[in-house]
């Protein structure tokens, strides 16, 4: 499975795209990167410009599924807007390409790669870079929180869903998970 995850913004988007092999834990990093669009231009262009470099991203790896960071609220309301704008964008370019998108909060991400919802940017890179075996760190942070973000849908999605309201209901959901104890001779 291929999992592209994006860490949206209007003057600089990370993204990166990994693939998840087998029922194992091997990962294989596809590509990743930043978008970078100048501030010197409206808004509106630098939205056309993410949405061109986003689906050249999508067409170059075939993604199976993306992964995208939430909102979160600045105390800058314009900031806040803008980066729903680029939100936006982001979850236009992969429904046109009819990928199936998850959401998660950046603290969200921050505790399934470090354990911890409150790490900090660096943390984060230094654990995806250990995690991924990515020798070179990458110079922003946004490249590294978009590898993140779909590490952190990888993640969820090889979890056993915990929806159960109890054992019981827990141990109908997820069978393959119980292990039987071996019989006395």
Same mark, same amino acid.
């Given at each position: 499975?291929?999992?592209?995850?994006?860490?949206?913004?209007?003057?600089?988007?990370?993204?990166?795209?990994?693939?998840?092999?087998?029922?194992? *834990?091997?990962?294989?990093?596809?590509?990743?990167?930043?978008?970078?669009?100048?501030?010197?231009?409206?808004?509106?262009?630098?939205?056309?410009? !993410?949405?061109?470099? !986003?689906?050249?991203?999508?067409?170059?790896?075939?993604?199976?599924?993306?992964?995208?960071?939430?909102?979160?609220?600045?105390? *800058?309301?314009?900031?806040?807007?803008?980066?729903?704008?680029?939100?936006?964008?982001?979850?236009?370019?992969?429904?046109?390409?009819?990928?199936?998108?998850?959401?998660?909060?950046?603290?969200?991400?921050?505790?399934?790669?470090?354990?911890?919802?409150?790490?900090?940017?660096?943390?984060?890179?230094?654990?995806?870079?250990?995690?991924?075996?990515?020798?070179?760190?990458?110079?922003?942070?946004?490249?590294?929180?978009?590898?993140?973000?779909?590490?952190?849908?990888?993640?969820?999605?090889?979890?056993?869903? !915990?929806?159960?309201?109890?054992?019981?209901?827990?141990?109908?959901?997820?069978?393959?998970?119980?292990?039987?104890?071996?019989?006395?001779?």
């Amino acid at each position: 499975m291929i999992i592209l995850g994006i860490d949206p913004g209007t003057r600089i988007a990370g993204y990166g795209v990994i693939e998840s092999k087998g029922s194992g *834990n091997k990962i294989e990093v596809i590509e990743y990167g930043e978008i970078h669009m100048s501030d010197k231009v409206s808004l509106s262009l630098r939205l056309k410009t !993410l949405y061109e470099k !986003l689906t050249a991203v999508i067409e170059r790896t075939v993604p199976d599924e993306c992964a995208v960071e939430s909102a979160f609220y600045h105390k *800058n309301v314009q900031s806040t807007l803008k980066i729903g704008h680029a939100r936006g964008v982001a979850l236009l370019a992969a429904a046109q390409k009819q990928i199936p998108v998850s959401e998660y909060s950046p603290r969200e991400i921050k505790k399934a790669i470090t354990g911890n919802g409150a790490a900090s940017k660096e943390q984060v890179q230094y654990m995806i870079c250990t995690i991924l075996k990515i020798k070179k760190t990458p110079k922003f942070f946004d490249s590294s929180d978009a590898l993140a973000a779909a590490m952190c849908h990888r993640q969820r999605r090889s979890s056993p869903r !915990l929806t159960a309201r109890n054992w019981k209901e827990f141990i109908e959901a997820n069978p393959e998970r119980v292990l039987t104890p071996a019989k006395k001779k």
